[in-house]
C-alpha cells in the first residue's frame, strides 16, 4: 500500500488508533476471504479495494473535492443516490461492521444498542474513518428509534440531514416520502450548487439502475449448482457497491459475472455440486462484518443469498427509466424507495413472503435470520418469518450476535447442529 499518511493526517484523522484499525484488517481478509479455494480470478479487483480501502478511494474522493464536488455519506439504502448523482456528487455508505470505536461511542450512547449504530458513532468519535472525515454531509433517516435518535447526536459532532422515513405504505405515507425526496433533492442542490435537469436526473438514473442490473446478474449465476462464487465474496462485492465508483463498480462485477457464467456451463464451483445452500436474512452486514458467513461457510455450507440491504433488500428493484420531467423521476425514485421491505415497517408482510420465495427459488435447503443485538424491527420481525417458515416447512435457524468475537464458539456450534439437522 502506498503511503497515504500525509492525506489521513490532512483529513484530522487520528493516527495512532487509525493505525490499530488498519493493521487489524489484513490477518482477517486473509483468513476469512484469501484463504478461500476456487475463487474466481476477477475476485483481484475487489481484493485491491479492501487493500486500497482507505488509500487510493479515499485519494479519489479527495481528488473531486479539490474539483468542486461533493461527497455525501449515507446510512441507509433508503437515501436515493441517484440525485446525489444528478447533482454531480459522490455517494459513500458510511456504515460501520466493526467495534472499533466503541468506548467512545459509549461516552455519548447507551451501552446497549444496535452495533452498527455504535460502530458509525464510534468512527465518528475516534477519528478513524476517512469516508467519513471526507463527508460534506452525512444524510440520517428516521428509519428505526435508535438511528433517529443517534443522528440528533451526531449533529453535535458533523453536518447532519435528516429525512423522514415513513413507517407505513398507505397513500399519506407515500405522500410524505415524495416530498421528502423532493427535498432532499433541494438540499443535493444548494450542497453541490449544481440544478438537477431531466437529463442528469435520467442519466443517473440509468447508472445506477445499471449496478444494480449487474448485482442481480451475480445474483442469478448463485443459482447454480454447484454456485460459481462463495457468499462470502458476494458478499463482499454487495457490500463494496456502497462505496466505490459506480461505473467503474459496474463493469468489474460485469467482468467477474462473464467468468462465473463460464464457470456455470462448465460446472465449476467454489463448493461440490450438492454441498447445503443457505439464505442469510436480516439486518444488514456492514463491511468488515463477515463474522456470521464465515463460520457458515467454514462448517460445509454455502450461502446463495442474502435477504439484506447489504444483498438483494439493495439491488432487487431497478428505478423505471422512463423519460418525463424532473419531478416525474423524483415520484418513481420515491416509489421505488418505499417498495423496499425494511422491517421498519408496519405492517411488512412481503418481507416474510420473498424469504420463503428466496429459499424455494435459490434452492436452499435452509435460512439462517441474522439480528444485530438490540436491532428491535428485526429481532421482532424474526416472529414473522417463523411463522412463514414453519407454514412453508422451511428450516430456520435464528441468530443473534454483535461485532465481537466471543461468541464465535458458541456461533459456530449452533451452525454445525442446524446445518446436521438440515443433512439428516
Ligand atoms: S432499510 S435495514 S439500511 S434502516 S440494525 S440501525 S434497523 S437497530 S440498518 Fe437499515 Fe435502512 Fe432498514 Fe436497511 Fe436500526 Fe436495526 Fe441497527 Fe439497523
Keep these: ?39 474466481p480470478e476477477k475476485m483481484d479487483y475487489f481484493d485491491l479495494v479492501v487493500t486500497e480501502i482507505h488509500g487510493l478511494r479515499i485519494k479519489e474522493l479527495q481528488d473531486i473535492k479539490s474539483n468542486g464536488g461533493k461527497i455525501v455519506g449515507t446510512f441507509c439504502v433508503y437515501v436515493p443516490e441517484e440525485i446525489v448523482l444528478a447533482a454531480g456528487g459522490t455517494c459513500i455508505g458510511l456504515c460501520g461492521g466493526v467495534d472499533v470505536g466503541a468506548d467512545e461511542a459509549e461516552k455519548v450512547l447507551p451501552r446497549n444498542i444496535c452495533p452498527l449504530i455504535k460502530s458509525f458513532m464510534g468512527f465518528k468519535l475516534s477519528r478513524i474513518c476517512p469516508y467519513f472525515e471526507s463527508c460534506d454531509v452525512v444524510v440520517g433517516e428516521t428509519t428505526c428509534d435508535g438511528k433517529k435518535k443517534a443522528f440528533e447526536v451526531l449533529s453535535d459532532f458533523t453536518n ?86 459506480v461505473e467503474r463498480f459496474t463493469q468489474k462485477v460485469n467482468e467477474l459475472c462473464d467468468e462465473l457464467e463460464e464457470r456455470v456451463k462448465q460446472g465449476v464451483g467454489v463448493v461440490p455440486k450438492g454441498t447445503t445452500r443457505i439464505v442469510v436474512s436480516g439486518t444488514p452486514m456492514a463491511i468488515p462484518n463477515w463474522k456470521v458467513p464465515h463460520i457458515i461457510e467454514t462448517s460445509g455450507a454455502v450461502i446463495v443469498a442474502e435477504e439484506l440491504c447489504t444483498g438483494l433488500r439493495y439491488f432487487q428493484d431497478l428505478t423505471p427509466e422512463a423519460n418525463g420531467s424532473v419531478e416525474a423521476m423524483l415520484k418513481n425514485i420515491a416509489e421505488r424507495h418505499i417498495g423496499i421491505d425494511c422491517a421498519v415497517y408496519t405492517p411488512n408482510t412481503e418481507r416474510a413472503e420473498k424469504v420463503a420465495r428466496l429459499f424455494r427459488e435459490y434452492g436452499a435447503h435452509g435460512v439462517v435470520h441474522y439480528v444485530l443485538s438490540f436491532c428491535d424491527p428485526y429481532a421482532v420481525e424474526s416472529y414473522q418469518i417463523e411463522k412463514v417458515a414453519k407454514k412453508e416447512n422451511i428450516p430456520l435457524l435464528k441468530i443473534e450476535t454483535d461485532y465481537s468475537q466471543e461468541d464465535v464458539g458458541q456461533l459456530k456450534t449452533r451452525v454445525e447442529a442446524f446445518l446436521e439437522m438440515l443433512k439428516g
Design 1 to 39: 500500500m502506498a503511503d497515504w499518511c500525509q492525506m489521513w493526517e490532512a483529513l484530522g484523522l487520528n493516527l495512532e488508533a487509525h493505525d490499530q484499525l488498519l493493521n487489524a484488517l489484513p490477518p482477517i481478509y486473509q483468513e476469512v476471504y484469501l484463504d478461500q479455494e476456487n475463487r
Design 160 to 245: 447532519v440531514y435528516v429525512m423522514e422515513t415513513p413507517q407505513r405504505k398507505e397513500e399519506s405515507d407515500r405522500t410524505l416520502w415524495f416530498s421528502e425526496v423532493k427535498r432532499f433533492k433541494e438540499m443535493i442542490e444548494d450542497l453541490t450548487g449544481n440544478k438537477i435537469t431531466e437529463e442528469g436526473l435520467m442519466e443517473a438514473i440509468r447508472k445506477v439502475n445499471n449496478k444494480r442490473k449487474a448485482l442481480q446478474r451475480l445474483a442469478e449465476l448463485r443459482k447454480a449448482d454447484p454456485p460459481p462464487i462463495s457468499g462470502k465474496d458476494a458478499l463482499l462485492i454487495e457490500q463494496i457497491a456502497f462505496y466505490d465508483d
